[in-house]
């Protein structure tokens, strides 16, 4: 594991979200105040600003350099923005209401995310980046949320059904497919390689909360590959190498997924926030150490540290679930869609 330089001063805290093959890397620096503000690390820092208002975050780089995420306006509202590289910061606007959110762009800049509509209730969207966002629906239910867009339009993420319950959908080809659960009620999707390879979290039979892997029709369970704990699978780069997290209390725990060997970093030896794996199998996020975090990365390949002594965390006491589909929450100031806003039936955001 290594750290990243994101550009951040002091007290600052730094978190990595997303690389490409060029190296370039975006991310978000903390201020001591909670205030955020997204970065572009092409060589040397660059802030991206805002639309006017005090804070933003980026989420996801394409190829070109180009940037998506979300900003305050003059007005205090978060819109999704994009930032062409060398550019400048452009609002993708909304469905009619006063906020936005973007989450992924692909190399043809179709930008993927959830905006407000006028009564009220988010949807998942798709734009180019141009003209008007287009609302992608729902699986018969209020709202839905995009994370994820492949290089051919392809987008996942989370949709409503008509009892308010949330599953994972994929976007293709102007319908919206529900891919199901692992036995329970739940599931959202947060990332979709160029293959159609479809990574999330979804809830048991048991009511717990498992990495998953959509192909082809089929979810495959990659909780039970860990065995323990409630996992979350955040990326999935083209080789199909899935990258998550694991949580057993205040603990977590990296998880990497590859050639069909499931390798676990303990808390301390990898990844405290993972956020993206790239195809050239670097996966980054930030460590927790000192209170603070700080953006770092991993090969995917690193094996794992062999730890003695210390109580199994196997039987850590209980679990807490807590974890984003579009976009993780791993603390207050890092913003997100959390998995317990699904866990009962609502109609509204």
């Given at each position: 594991?290594?750290?990243?330089?994101?550009?951040?001063?002091?007290?600052?805290?730094?978190?990595?979200?997303?690389i490409n093959a060029r190296g370039q890397m975006t991310g978000i620096i903390v201020e001591d105040s909670?205030?955020?503000?997204?970065?572009?690390?092409?060589?040397?820092?660059?802030?991206?600003?805002t639309l006017g208002g005090s804070d933003s975050y980026s989420r996801d780089i394409n190829q070109h350099g180009d940037v998506v995420g979300t900003a305050q306006n003059a007005a205090g509202h978060w819109r999704a923005f994009v930032v062409p590289h060398g550019g400048v910061m452009r609002d993708l606007g909304t469905l009619g209401g006063n906020s936005s959110y973007g989450a992924a762009i692909n190399d043809r800049g179709q930008v993927a995310g959830y905006a407000d509509t006028s009564d009220g209730y988010y949807r998942a969207f798709?734009?180019?980046?141009?003209?008007?966002?287009?609302?992608?629906?729902?699986?018969?239910?209020?709202?839905?949320?995009?994370?994820?867009?492949?290089?051919?339009?392809?987008?996942?993420?989370?949709?409503?059904?008509?009892?308010?319950?949330?599953?994972?959908?994929?976007?293709?080809?102007?319908?919206?497919?529900?891919?199901?659960?692992?036995?329970?009620?739940l599931s959202g999707a947060s990332a979709v390689n160029d293959h159609g390879v479809v990574v999330g979290a979804a809830e048991t039979a048991g009511r717990r909360w498992h990495a998953f892997v959509w192909e082809r029709g089929r979810m495959t369970d990659l909780g039970v590959l860990i065995g323990y704990g409630d996992s979350f699978a955040t990326a999935v780069n083209n080789a199909g190498?899935?990258?998550?997290?694991?949580?057993?209390?205040?603990?977590?725990?990296?998880?990497?997924?590859?050639?069909?060997?499931?390798?676990?970093?303990?808390?301390?030896?990898?990844?405290?926030?993972?956020?993206?794996?790239?195809?050239?199998?670097?996966?980054?996020?930030?460590?927790?150490?000192?209170?603070?975090?700080?953006?770092?990365?991993?090969?995917?390949?690193?094996?794992?540290?062999?730890?003695?002594?210390?109580?199994?965390?196997?039987?850590?006491?209980?679990?807490?679930?807590?974890?984003?589909?579009?976009?993780?929450?791993?603390?207050?100031?890092?913003r997100g869609i959390s998995l317990m806003t699904l866990t009962a039936p609502r109609s509204r955001v």
């Open positions: 594991m290594a750290d990243l330089t994101l550009g951040a001063r002091g007290d600052e805290e730094s978190i990595a979200v997303d909670g205030r955020q503000r997204a970065v572009l690390y092409d060589g040397r820092p660059v802030e991206l600003g798709r734009s180019d980046g141009g003209g008007d966002a287009v609302d992608l629906g729902t699986l018969g239910g209020k709202i839905s949320y995009a994370a994820g867009i492949n290089a051919h339009g392809d987008i996942v993420g989370t949709a409503a059904l008509p009892d308010g319950y949330r599953h994972a959908f994929l976007y293709q080809n102007g319908a919206m497919r529900d891919l199901g659960t692992l036995g329970g009620r190498h899935v990258v998550g997290s694991i949580r057993i209390g205040e603990e977590r725990r990296a998880f990497v997924y590859r050639d069909g060997k499931m390798t676990v970093h303990p808390g301390g030896y990898g990844l405290y926030l993972v956020n993206a794996i790239n195809n050239q199998e670097l996966v980054i996020g930030a460590r927790y150490s000192a209170k603070k975090f700080s953006a770092a990365t991993m090969i995917s390949s690193q094996p794992a540290v062999q730890t003695h002594g210390g109580q199994d965390l196997l039987t850590a006491a209980v679990v807490v679930i807590l974890v984003a589909t579009a976009v993780v929450v791993y603390k207050r100031r890092y």
